[in-house]
């Protein structure tokens, strides 16, 4: 079975800091995806990637950026923390078969930023 | 753009009881359907999928058809179990992007 590790599974930071969440999948997937998922808005897209060194903006992208240097591993950082960024944050991975698309999700990292 | 509606929750059901989440989409083209379910703290997975119109998509006893006339994807099981208690999130492929657009969510409790 496909394998998506995702490092915390809850993190706490303050206001202003920089932050670094890390994904991990097992497979060989060429597509990778982050999104956060908050109470009556289901998940949004935030970032993805296709391909190593390659990233595209989802819905939501402001305040957020993406790494991507190997083909396993997908970060996502936040430059400067706010308190409206605590949320849920899942990331996916799936086969480059776009349109019938089987994603496999982490567990999610519950981050709070006080 | 492509967005997907669900039916607000929590839904509270009995054991045994029959279950519909109601799910419609609007869309360009045609997407693919999915039905993901997350149990508690757990990420999401894959319940079902109908990638074309009038394909039932169905698993652990949960079924939903693509509907293109009335853009609808309804998830139904005949008989709940306490152990389906978790959240439901309907979803569609945009395009040939490779993304997922999810609904917001329903939750669904199952009582003994």
């Known amino acids: 079975d496909v394998k998506v590790t995702q490092s915390s599974r809850y993190l706490v930071k303050r206001t202003g800091e920089k932050v670094f969440l890390e994904c991990v999948q097992d497979m060989d997937h060429e597509n990778m995806f982050w999104y956060r998922q908050d109470p009556g808005l289901g998940l949004r897209l935030i970032y993805f990637?296709?391909?190593?060194?390659?990233?595209e903006k989802g819905d939501i992208p402001e305040g957020y950026s993406v790494s991507r240097e190997k083909k396993e591993r997908f970060s996502l950082i936040l430059e400067s923390a706010s308190t409206n960024q605590t949320s849920m944050y899942l990331c996916?991975?799936?086969?480059?078969?776009?349109?019938?698309?089987?994603?496999?999700f982490g567990s999610g990292t519950q981050l709070s930023v006080l | 753009g492509d967005s997907v509606t669900q039916m607000e929750g929590p839904v509270t059901l009995s054991e045994e009881a029959f279950l519909t989440i109601n799910c419609t989409y609007t869309?360009?083209?045609?997407?693919?359907l999915f039905w993901y379910v997350q149990y508690p703290g757990e990420g999401l997975q894959l319940l079902l999928k109908?990638?074309?119109?009038?394909d039932k998509g169905s698993n652990k006893g949960f079924e939903a058809t693509y509907r293109k006339e009335t853009t609808s994807f309804h998830l139904e099981k005949g008989s709940v179990q306490v152990s389906d208690s978790a959240v439901y999130f309907c979803?569609?492929?945009?395009?040939?992007?490779?993304?997922?657009?999810f609904g917001q969510g329903t939750t669904l409790q199952v009582k003994p």
């Open positions: 869309a360009t083209g045609y997407p693919s």
């Open positions: 990637s296709y391909d190593v060194k390659m990233k």
């Open positions: 979803a569609l492929s945009a395009g040939n992007t490779g993304k997922l657009i």
């Open positions: 996916a991975s799936s086969l480059g078969d776009r349109g019938n698309e089987k994603l496999f």
């Open positions: 109908a990638t074309k119109a009038d």
